[in-house]
């Protein structure tokens, strides 16, 4: 079972209990579900596996972060396929202004030090530095924050138990004091090389943006780049040497529309606008007002589709002619801006002046 079957099991049953509780008819009424499959469902059993892996959680101290829970990733949830669940060894925390910053295991000295500068300067704007603390451009984004004073944030590909590599052992429990290292596969899993590629998705998908450094045109970050397009983030790229292949890929995204960066600053100003926390009270209605007026003709299609009854997130796929990744996207960023609230079960309404 997929994690978006798994997702959309939750939000119509709302429990796990529930969707235990429930018949085969129930399952299969859902869609994409057919009779073998919900039966397994129903009739699960808990696995040694299972057991083993919660017991390495409670000793050595992680913490399960699930669809439901309140500290699982706002921005995570908003993608396609968010994982059910999340080993986390250190804090989330509840911040969404997160920026992811990858690039080449084999930088140069100019790309390590560019990306240590850089992200320090970004945590010492409050910034959290999302990266997956291989080799290279990674460490160096993970120690820059650090050395800022910030939180960052690591992404495995393997299980929290194989640390990889294992020259970053320290920089491993670092991170954990100073934010989270975070995985969705089973703590003993090791690291795969098939898996990389799969946790790229929650690199971006937990981050605001992306930030792309010295990468070749066949490098791995280049799918963090498009993970980060598809779920309608920014992408950024540090510009390196023309003589050089090893940003051959990066200045590719320039081309492309990726915004160049040289320091902090050209980050911030692009998500200045929604990396404010949205409000829980009043709304103000001149402000209201302005965030309206302002909107895009795609931001403006969507608001126009919502009304003050909520909609669930199935309708607007109908109602709306864009990819379901582009709309979420629009919806966080609406949401983000105090113009839009989302309801439990995928069910959003609009803010009304």
Known sequence: MGNRL????????????????????????????????????????VSEQVKQDYAIVREKGY???????????????????????????????????????????????????????????????????????????DTAAHTGALNGGGRTIAVFGSGLENIYPLENKELFH???????????????????????????????????????????????????ARFAAEHNREVFAVPGNINSGKSSGTHNLIKQG??????????????????????????????????????SSEEKLVWDSLSSYSVHMDELVRAVPMQPGQLSGILLGLELKGLVTQLPGKFFLKQEQ
Do not use: W
């Open 6 to 45: 798994f997702k959309l099991l939750l939000d119509h049953f709302k429990t796990p209990e529930r969707i235990l509780d429930s018949s085969v008819d129930e399952l299969i009424a859902l869609g994409g579900i057919n009779k073998t499959l919900a039966s397994a469902i129903l009739n699960h059993g």
């Open 63 to 137: 913490s399960i972060v699930t669809l439901t829970d309140p500290d699982y990733p706002y921005l995570l949830l908003q993608i396609y396929d968010p994982p059910p669940f999340l080993y986390v060894y250190g804090t989330l925390g509840s911040s969404r202004k997160n920026i992811s910053v990858v690039g080449s295991r084999a930088a140069t000295s100019y790309g390590m030090v560019a990306t240590r500068r850089l992200c320090a300067d970004l945590a010492s704007h409050g910034i959290t530095v999302v990266s997956g603390m291989a080799r290279g451009i």
């Open 174 to 224: 670092k991170i954990a004091q100073n934010g989270a290292v975070i995985s969705e596969f089973p703590v003993l899993t090791k690291p795969l090389a098939y898996n990389f590629p799969k946790r790229n998705r929650i690199i971006s998908g937990i981050s605001l943006g992306t930030v792309v450094v010295e990468a070749t045109r066949k490098s791995g970050s280049l799918i963090t």
């Open 258 to 295: 990726a915004k160049l960066v040289e320091n902090a600053k050209d980050i911030l100003e692009e998500i200045l606008d929604i990396m404010v926390e949205p409000d829980t009270g009043n709304h103000n209605d001149d402000k209201l007002s302005h965030e309206i007026l302002s909107l």
